[in-house]
Structures are given as C-alpha cells and as structure tokens.
C-alpha cells in the first residue's frame, strides 16, 4: 500500500512513490522541486530545454484544462500526461523554521 503523498498541497488521492509525487497532483499555488523525469528520453531532453531540469522551482498556477506552471521566469502550460512525468517534492527553504516563529520584542 503506497503512502499519503509527501507534499502538503497534493491532491487527496494517493502517490505511488513515498518520497516524489507527479506534478499533475499538486494543487494550485504550490511551489515544488522537480526530482526525476520519467518521459522517453527524447521529451526528457525537451523538458529540461524548457526548464524543467532535476532541482529546478516550478510554481503550479493553474490546473484547468492543462496544466499552467511558472519555471524559470515563464509560464507554461503541460498536458496532464505530460506533467504525470514530471516527479516532484514540496519545497523547503532552509532559512525558513518549521516550527512557530518567535518575535523578539
């Protein structure tokens, strides 16, 4: 049995991977990493032209029809296919803490 996916604004059903989760499952306004591409090789190499290399920021705007993304400064839209082959994690910024922020008076 797979586990819940790992980004906090994924759609509710379940990922296969414990770790990544397809970009075509995360909800709008979520920024994520992309961590694997799993297309032919050929659209790999597509993908990556675009901009959607391992550890690069893409932002999901949209998920309407297809799916609209902000990467590298451009938006752009993906098939729903497509972006099934897009493998993702949620974003950690490390100077950000995970816990309440304390404000010092």
């Given at each position: 049995m797979s586990e819940a996916?790992?980004?906090?604004?994924?759609a509710p059903d379940?990922?296969?991977?414990?770790?990544?989760?397809?970009?075509n499952r995360v909800r709008a306004g979520t920024t994520v990493v992309v961590k694997q591409l799993t297309a032919s090789p050929d659209m790999n190499r597509r993908l990556r032209e675009m901009g959607f290399g391992e550890e690069q920021r893409v932002k999901v705007l949209s998920l309407a029809n297809n799916l609209l993304c902000q990467v590298c400064n451009a938006r752009l839209g993906l098939s729903d296919?497509?972006?099934?082959t897009i493998l993702v994690q949620p974003l950690?910024?490390?100077?950000?803490?995970?816990?309440?922020?304390?404000?010092?008076?």
């Open positions: 996916c790992p980004v906090a604004h994924c379940r990922c296969a991977a414990p770790a990544v989760c397809p970009l296919r497509l972006a099934e950690t910024h490390p100077l950000m803490p995970s816990g309440p922020v304390r404000l010092a008076a």
